[in-house]
């Protein structure tokens, strides 16, 4: 199985930048792209789509997100950071079965 | 606007069945296929089972494979999810999932509200 490994939390200050790392065991890109995707938790709620394929942005997902990263190595950023943003992030791979997701990051505000 | 609308959670026993339904609307259901995903309290999340769009096709990790059966009516746009031999460690939120498909691979894009099984004697 793919292991993603994502920092448990990250503390961040309104209007700074947050980024958020994933990275997997094995590499997740294949014929020039890279199979990552990035959700978003809020605490008694469903997970929301942010970041398809490490970089698209889903629909109705504001600019201030954005992700990158190939191979082995992504990150998701925010910035500006925004109260709403405070959640917890997990990146998704769909590179082989099983999907696998990272254990989560949490975004706290300091 | 897709709805996913999961019931039939609750708590049961270790070793008694529990089955999940999934009602979709807002889309052509029958045009994807469908996942459920689960979170055990305070977890992250894990992949339980897919089912491709004419239900010929099904898919398991391990540690549900043999126990879990995941199933679906197109012509009630409802996917479901039979539980048998539930163990404590199945308890978690689980939630329904469809996929879109682009460039070779698919993501979750849309996910229910989720339903919790509890498992405990």
């Known amino acids: 199985d793919i292991v993603l490994t994502q920092s448990p939390a990250l503390a961040v200050s309104l209007g700074q930048r947050a980024t958020i790392s994933c990275k997997t065991n094995q590499n997740v890109d294949y014929y020039g792209n890279s199979y990552m995707h990035w959700y978003q938790q809020k605490p008694g709620q469903q997970p929301k789509l942010l970041i398809y394929?490490?970089?698209n942005l889903a629909s109705g997902i504001p600019a201030r997100f954005s992700g990158r990263g190939s191979g082995t190595d992504f990150t998701l950023t925010i910035d500006p950071v925004e109260a709403d943003d405070t959640a917890t992030y997990y990146c998704q791979q769909s590179r082989n079965l099983p999907n696998t997701f990272g254990a989560g990051t949490k975004l706290e505000l300091k | 606007e897709v709805q996913l609308v999961e019931t039939g959670g609750g708590l049961v026993q270790p070793g008694r069945s529990l089955k999940l339904s999934c009602v979709a609307s807002?889309?052509?259901?029958?045009?994807?296929?469908m996942y459920w995903i689960r979170q055990a309290p305070g977890k992250g999340l894990e992949w339980v089972s897919s089912?491709?769009?004419?239900?010929?096709?099904?898919y398991y990790p391990d540690s549900v494979k043999g126990r879990f059966t995941i199933s679906r009516d197109n012509a009630e746009n409802t996917v479901y999810l039979q539980m048998n031999s539930l163990r404590s460690e199945d308890t978690a939120t689980y939630y329904c999932a469809k996929d879109y498909y682009y460039d070779g691979t698919y993501y979750f894009d849309y996910w229910g509200q989720g339903v919790m099984v509890t498992v405990s004697s």
């Open positions: 089912i491709n769009t004419d239900g010929g096709s099904t």
């Open positions: 807002g889309f052509t259901f029958s045009s994807y296929w």
């Open positions: 394929l490490a970089s």
